[in-house]
């Protein structure tokens, strides 16, 4: 624990220590929230040599589980023989029932239904010997039963710390008068100003504050105590209560730490946005004179650059009509070529015209060659000396079929050549029908020109 033990604080804690050193010893600490009463509490336990005991309060917590912490509390203290300094504060009574088991500890120790009947009878049988041992001669329950009360009794030492604020703790005392008349009262007054000062002295001593630590204490103790008298008289004009307690004087230190650390770091940053400002502008200077020194060779090379530039110009200009004595030789070339285009655009269009007159011729041998039947094609085959014409068309057939490569020569053109390709005569048929007229290579053509011309041929 972080404490500054200063001459009010020393007085409480042997308050607590003489209170909690006597057997069956219990004090009730009443002040503000903040005053220390809690931590003056464990301190003084520790130095009488008790372990300290508190319950810890959740949101289910209930007076069950009150019960069951007295239940562990008892046994330790008298079956055990542990000693026990049970601080208990004001906020941790989260249901009225538990005042009522307190009230029966402090007043006799023994609060009813605490322990099921068979654990009483552990116990009883587990405080026989003890019990002999100390000349007890009567070893009934109920002398075994107190026997453990008043041992618990003079182990467990209870500390209650409750705040005076409002009308709770007057009608605690009023209801339940052993939190009163079993326990020494010590009241935690207002701390006084060499206090403040020494407790803000002492949270300030981690802070980098030169020689103004003593100077900025004695200022927050003056702010607290200016604060401090303006609640009494506000007390006095509006009867409303406005407490300062040292909780909130803590609250002053930490936020006036907390706010001392931001402006420091907003300063330096400040700072150092500053200096980076500087040493930019310090190396945008230095690269202003680099630009201007590099500007004045810049400038000679323009002016060279320019005189090249206007003997260029100069160049430019005669080129320029050389240009346009091109430029007429190219119209006249251009001429030409449109006229060149003119007649390529008529021979198209014949070739077109005679495309269209070739169409039905086409369309006429496609008939005719769909009328073919194996029958007529075996026929054909068979015979021996077939006419000129019949002949003529045969060869014909022969070089269009043919593979541009091989085509048969011309001493090979006869009708023994043409029986050979129509040996499977149905194969044949179907390779006349599937042939490509549109698709006929040049060699096939330049084969077929002189049959073609050949009168009989038609």
Not at 194 to 216: K, M, P
Not at 342 to 363: F, G, S
Not at 402 to 417: L, M, Q, S, T, V
Request: proline share 4%.
């Amino acid at each position: 624990m972080s404490l500054v033990l200063f001459e009010d604080a020393m007085q409480h804690i042997c308050r607590i220590c003489r209170v909690i050193s006597n057997p069956r010893g219990n004090a009730l600490l009443v002040g503000v929230g903040g005053s220390g009463k809690q931590s003056l509490s464990r301190l003084s336990s520790f130095i009488c040599g008790l372990d300290k005991f508190q319950i810890v309060v959740t949101a289910k917590y209930g007076i069950l589980n009150f019960k069951e912490d007295l239940q562990h509390l008892y046994t330790r203290c008298g079956q055990k023989n542990q000693s026990y300094a049970f601080i208990l504060t004001d906020s941790q009574i989260v249901v009225k029932e538990m005042l009522v088991f307190l009230n029966d500890l402090l007043n006799s120790g023994n609060v009813p239904d605490l322990f099921p009947f068979d654990e009483m009878e552990s116990i009883q049988g587990s405080m026989v010997n003890e019990a002999k041992a100390s000349g007890v001669q009567d070893l009934n329950p109920t002398v075994l039963w107190q026997f453990f009360i008043n041992k618990v009794r003079s182990n467990l030492h209870t500390i209650l710390c409750f705040s005076p604020v409002g009308q709770q703790f007057a009608t605690w005392c009023r209801e339940f008068p052993a939190l009163a008349s079993t326990t020494v009262i010590d009241w935690f007054h207002p701390w006084p100003q060499q206090a403040l000062i020494s407790v803000a002295t002492r949270f300030l001593e981690d802070t980098d504050l030169g020689d103004n630590v003593e100077a900025i204490a004695e200022h927050m103790a003056y702010c607290h105590e200016c604060v401090t008298e303006r609640s009494l008289a506000f007390l006095a004009e509006e009867k409303r209560h406005c407490y300062t307690t040292p909780k909130s004087f803590l609250e002053l230190i930490s936020l006036y730490k907390d706010l001392l650390e931001k402006k420091r770091l907003a300063l330096n940053s400040n700072k150092e946005r500053l200096s980076n400002g500087i040493d930019k502008i310090k190396m945008a200077s230095e690269q202003v004179s680099e630009l201007q020194a590099k500007l004045k060779k810049e400038q000679v090379v323009v002016a060279q650059k320019t005189q090249v530039s206007q003997r260029l110009m100069e160049h430019v200009e005669k080129e320029k009509d050389m240009v346009a004595g091109e430029q007429e030789k190219a119209e006249i070339e251009e001429n030409k070529t449109k006229g060149m285009c003119r007649e390529a655009e008529a021979l198209n269009a014949e070739c077109k015209k005679d495309l269209e007159a070739a169409k039905p011729i086409v369309q006429e041998a496609l008939a005719a060659l769909d009328s073919l039947n194996k029958s007529d094609l075996t026929e054909l085959k068979a015979l021996g000396k077939p006419p000129p014409d019949v002949e003529l068309v045969a060869i014909a057939v022969m070089c269009l079929t043919a593979d541009p490569k091989r085509i048969p020569p011309k001493k090979g053109r006869d009708w023994a050549n043409c029986k050979k390709m129509m040996a499977n005569v149905d194969r044949w048929l179907k390779d006349l029908k599937e042939y490509d007229e549109n698709n006929i290579p040049q060699p096939c053509i330049d084969s077929i020109s002189e049959y073609v011309s050949d009168p009989s041929f038609r």
